[in-house]
């Protein structure tokens, strides 16, 4: 759908193995991002105050609960990791957002979330 080249499931398995390694380095246990404890998503991911609000506003415009919040932090978080980068980018909060919408229009969650207001 977009224009990068489609990788090996070698080179993906590579990367999801790597993004394994940094989750349990940072959480100094075998925890990994999708179930580490629900305090430590907010402090591991460094989020800025802007993040933060932008965060906030999509889940009170998508009607999201605090546990929705809290999965899509982890989601970016992971989206971060699988690219390398050291904090969690506007794009991997982009992309975890659209994950979620589609997990809601699947599982017929109604609410209509829009990125950009």
């Known amino acids: 759908m977009n224009n990068r080249k489609a990788e090996s499931s070698i080179v993906i398995r590579e990367r999801v193995t790597a993004a ?14 999708g179930n580490v404890p629900v305090s430590e998503p907010m402090t591991a991911a460094m989020l800025s105050m802007e993040q933060e609000r932008f965060i906030q506003s999509i889940c009170f415009k998508g009607k999201w609960s605090n546990r929705t919040m809290v999965k899509l932090i982890r989601i970016a978080r992971t989206i971060a990791d699988l690219v390398g980068e050291q904090s969690i980018s506007v794009a991997s909060i982009s992309e975890a957002i659209d994950y979620l919408r589609i997990a809601s229009a699947i599982h017929g969650n109604k609410s209509e979330v829009v990125a950009g207001g």
């Open 20 to 33: 394994s390694g940094i989750q349990r380095k940072r959480y100094a246990s075998v925890h990994l991002n």
